[in-house]
């Protein structure tokens, strides 16, 4: 398998799929990267040579924030908003959606399984 800063990409993909693997490389950051390295988008991955993936590598190095860089300035990006105690950052705090989608139902991703509250279903008759 090559390897690209750290993080073994697949080899039997072409090159351009390959490249997605990492984070914070798209499908059309990967085309780019293969235009900019000369190197055919269709090849296998496994079929890359040394020079090539050096090439690869330091256009990664040098042109774009990828995996580890790029995952320590999201994570201090919502460090900041949590320290700031905006609105966003208490959203995250809180975990709730923070992008303004509904949560009377649905937001199960961020607010996890269902915690049932007692007495809650229905209105008691008042007569």
């Known amino acids: 398998m090559p390897r690209l800063l750290g993080v073994d990409i697949p080899n039997n993909r072409p090159t351009v799929i390959s490249l997605t693997y990492l ?4 499908p059309a950051t990967a085309r780019e990267l293969c235009r900019k390295a000369g190197i055919n988008p269709v090849t296998k991955a496994k079929d890359l040579r040394e020079n090539e993936l050096a090439v690869l590598a330091g256009l990664l190095d040098n042109d774009y924030i990828v995996e580890g860089q790029l995952r320590r300035q999201v994570n201090g990006n919502i460090a900041r908003l949590r320290e700031i105690a905006c609105y966003r950052g208490m959203r995250h705090r809180k975990g ?16 996890g399984p269902k915690k049932t509250v007692a007495g809650k279903k229905g209105v008691k008759d008042l007569r």
């Open 23 to 26: 984070y914070g490389v798209g």
């Open 96 to 111: 709730l959606p923070v992008r303004g989608q509904r949560t009377r139902t649905n937001a199960r991703t961020r607010k």
